[in-house]
């Protein structure tokens, strides 16, 4: 069964990100707007992706209410910035002792979560595609980079339905293991259409709405259309 994590009703979006199955309904609104949520539990890394717009997609309208200490990690193309959240001040603070609430966190672009405890992060928003075959792009570059379905789809990275993830073969993709707070690796075999793991294994990943992941040699761009 196609896997595709969009659940609208009354031209509003309902989406657990952690779930494995939804069924869609037909949308008659040309800006579907909703929330996703993300279950996140402390001492656990998450590598997430802003699933909606906000119109102003910057770190204190994507992470809402985190328990303090919690921390943001953002990739800077050779590592991470880390911020992390002062709960008394409402405000990120960087490694310099500096508040910066204004660190950009668009859809299709992933970062590192680590919450101060036990937490729901409700994205909420818009989706960034008009319905009926409205499309969104993610400028992909052959660095590695941590990237994320600008569309709030959860499903297997193959289906062109939903994914739509054609990238040039030896891509590399890196997605997180949340439970062994680990790395799973495997490259794209352009001849067969398929991922394969380090044992020579298909192993194509299903990834949640709200996930990311990273690639590197892949430059490309992934158009998405919202059904």
């Given at each position: 069964m196609k896997i595709k994590t969009l659940a609208i009703a009354a031209a509003?979006?309902?989406?657990?990100?952690?779930?494995?199955?939804?069924?869609?309904?037909?949308?008659?609104?040309?800006?579907?707007?909703?929330?996703?949520?993300?279950?996140?539990?402390?001492?656990?890394?998450?590598?997430?992706?802003?699933?909606?717009?906000?119109?102003?997609?910057?770190?204190?309208?994507?992470?809402?209410?985190?328990?303090?200490?919690?921390?943001?990690?953002?990739?800077?193309g050779g590592g991470y910035n880390t911020y992390t959240y002062a709960a008394k001040k409402s405000s990120w603070i960087d490694g310099s002792g500096n508040t910066n609430n204004n660190i950009p966190l668009p859809p299709g672009v992933g970062f590192f979560y680590l919450p101060g405890n036990n937490t729901t992060n409700t994205f909420s928003g818009q989706i960034a595609a008009n319905t009926g075959g409205g499309t969104a792009t993610n400028v992909l570059s052959a660095l590695l980079t941590p990237v994320g379905s600008i569309i709030p789809y959860g499903d297997t990275v193959t289906n062109k339905a939903t994914f739509n993830l054609a990238v040039p073969g030896n891509t590399i993709m890196q997605y997180w293991n949340v439970g062994a707070q680990s790395f799973n690796t495997v490259t794209y075999a352009a001849k067969k259409g398929n991922w394969i793991d380090g044992s020579g294994n298909t192993n194509n990943p299903n990834i949640p709405v709200g996930q990311a992941f990273f690639l590197s040699g892949g430059a490309t761009n992934w158009v998405q259309t919202l059904q």
């Amino acid at each position: 069964m196609k896997i595709k994590t969009l659940a609208i009703a009354a031209a509003t979006l309902a989406v657990g990100a952690i779930s494995s199955q939804a069924q869609t309904t037909p949308v008659y609104s040309l800006n579907v707007v909703g929330y996703v949520n993300q279950v996140c539990s402390s001492n656990n890394f998450y590598l997430l992706c802003n699933p909606l717009t906000t119109g102003n997609d910057v770190i204190t309208n994507v992470i809402h209410n985190p328990p303090g200490n919690s921390q943001a990690l953002i990739w800077n193309g050779g590592g991470y910035n880390t911020y992390t959240y002062a709960a008394k001040k409402s405000s990120w603070i960087d490694g310099s002792g500096n508040t910066n609430n204004n660190i950009p966190l668009p859809p299709g672009v992933g970062f590192f979560y680590l919450p101060g405890n036990n937490t729901t992060n409700t994205f909420s928003g818009q989706i960034a595609a008009n319905t009926g075959g409205g499309t969104a792009t993610n400028v992909l570059s052959a660095l590695l980079t941590p990237v994320g379905s600008i569309i709030p789809y959860g499903d297997t990275v193959t289906n062109k339905a939903t994914f739509n993830l054609a990238v040039p073969g030896n891509t590399i993709m890196q997605y997180w293991n949340v439970g062994a707070q680990s790395f799973n690796t495997v490259t794209y075999a352009a001849k067969k259409g398929n991922w394969i793991d380090g044992s020579g294994n298909t192993n194509n990943p299903n990834i949640p709405v709200g996930q990311a992941f990273f690639l590197s040699g892949g430059a490309t761009n992934w158009v998405q259309t919202l059904q």
